[in-house]
């Protein structure tokens, strides 16, 4: 689905927006693996909230660009982890509502945590069921909910479903936070002494975090504005969507 691209200034790093709605459900893995045994400790933990901090909304708009749509219209909602699994919740009133998360990876090891640059393209999400209600009763009958591909197309076409894989904001070790935007006034060769690092196969450059940084990311769950029917917009929607982001060990030199 392409509602929302942005594409970012790094490299060739690209960032899909996607972005998701009704009353809607989303819950994105976040894989914490590695292979290469590196010496010390691997450890990245999550957490998340819904709505964004006060210090990063700036960042965000500029980052979103002209896909920004201001919060509105959302009930019910909530961000939980449970073990690697990030599960955002909201409901929406009506067309166009909107509602954000902010996931935030800290990494609680004493070794780099490696964000593989094939992650770069990992924020579409993938459709898991689809609950459209209609005949208008408020609730998903269970004949009005779907699992089979061509109901989650039109689910993943009706939605908007964002993720960005890139970090809207890094905090560093001694608590001071570089946004999106400070990181657009680096010049290439600090921003990726600093963040970056060259991934195994040494073609590419894939997002690090040291022990002690957290990266911050965001999701959005809303109903795309020109969803609507004869009856003044009325539209009861649920969808349920995954997503990954992975991170790695270093490979031992």
């Known amino acids: 689905m392409d509602k929302t691209r942005n594409k970012i200034f ?6 899909l927006l996607v972005m998701v709605a009704g009353y809607a459900l989303f819950s994105q893995n976040l894989t914490i693996n590695g292979t290469a045994k590196a010496q010390g400790d691997f450890s990245v933990t999550a957490t998340c909230q819904a709505g964004i901090p006060a210090n990063l909304v700036t960042s965000v708009k500029s980052m979103i660009d002209t896909g920004w749509i201001d919060e509105n219209g959302y ?36 070794i780099t945590a490696i964000q593989p640059y094939e992650n770069g393209d990992n924020g579409s999400l993938n459709g898991k069921e689809v609950c459209i209600d209609h005949n208008n009763n408020d609730i998903y009958d269970s004949d009005e909910c779907y699992t089979d591909s061509s109901s989650l197309q039109l689910g993943m076409d009706i939605f908007d479903a964002d993720f960005i ?12 936070i570089t946004t999106y935007i400070d990181m657009t006034n680096m010049t290439e060769e600090e921003l990726y002494s600093k963040y970056f690092v060259l991934d195994e196969d040494g073609l590419n ?49």
């Not at 909530?78 to 409901?91: E, F, H, K, L, R």
């Open 10 to 15: 790094v490299g060739c790093l690209a960032l």
């Open 75 to 110: 009930y019910d909602d909530s961000c939980t982890v449970s073990g690697n699994i990030i599960n955002y919740q909201a409901s929406f009133k009506y067309p166009g509502a909107r509602r954000y998360f902010v996931v935030k990876v800290k990494n609680t090891g004493s």
């Open 165 to 176: 894989s890139f970090p809207i904001a890094i905090e560093n070790k001694d608590g001071t």
């Open 205 to 253: 450059h894939a997002f690090k975090l040291e022990p002690g940084e957290s990266a911050y990311f965001l999701a959005s769950l809303g109903l795309d504005p020109e969803t609507g029917t004869d009856n003044g917009g009325k539209f009861m929607l649920k969808l349920k969507a995954s997503a990954t982001l992975t991170y790695k060990q270093p490979t031992a030199k």
